[in-house]
């Protein structure tokens, strides 16, 4: 079974940047579409970028459009999300995502329905 294990968050200041990984064990991503998810205290989850297996085309929600990028290495068996000129509004646990459905999964991400798999998530608190 698909095991995902997110790292990489911390405390920035605004304007930073951070790279967050979501290492997979137990099977190849090389068939997942993969996701980036974030939640705050009070706020619903928010999807924030997906990418497919195939192809590699990549979605972002409209909040980090520009600033936010989604990589995967099919070699290393992980999943990256390059966070750019972070705001204060970024700071959220962030979660890695999978799903077996590919684009069909990543046109629609943003609610989360047809996550296959969730990792535990990494904090990212952004403060000056």
């Known amino acids: 079974q698909l095991q995902l294990v997110e790292s990489g968050g911390g405390l920035v200041k605004p304007g930073e940047s951070l790279r967050l990984s979501c290492t997979a064990s137990?099977?190849?991503?090389?068939?997942?579409?993969m996701s980036w998810f974030r939640q705050s205290p009070g706020k619903e989850r928010e999807g924030v970028a997906c990418?497919?297996?195939?192809?590699?085309?990549?979605k972002y929600g409209d909040s980090v459009k520009g600033r936010f990028t989604i990589s995967r290495d099919s070699e290393k068996n992980m999943v990256f999300l390059e966070t750019n000129d972070v705001k204060v509004e970024d700071t959220a646990v962030y979660y890695c995502?999978?799903?077996?459905?590919?684009?069909?999964?990543?046109?629609?991400?943003?609610?989360?329905?047809?996550?296959?798999?969730w990792g535990k998530g990494t904090s990212v608190t952004v403060s000056s």
């Open positions: 137990g099977e190849s991503l090389d068939s997942y579409a």
């Open positions: 990418i497919s297996a195939l192809a590699g085309r990549r």
């Open positions: 995502g999978a799903s077996l459905a590919d684009w069909m999964y990543c046109s629609a991400f943003e609610d989360g329905d047809g996550t296959d798999y």
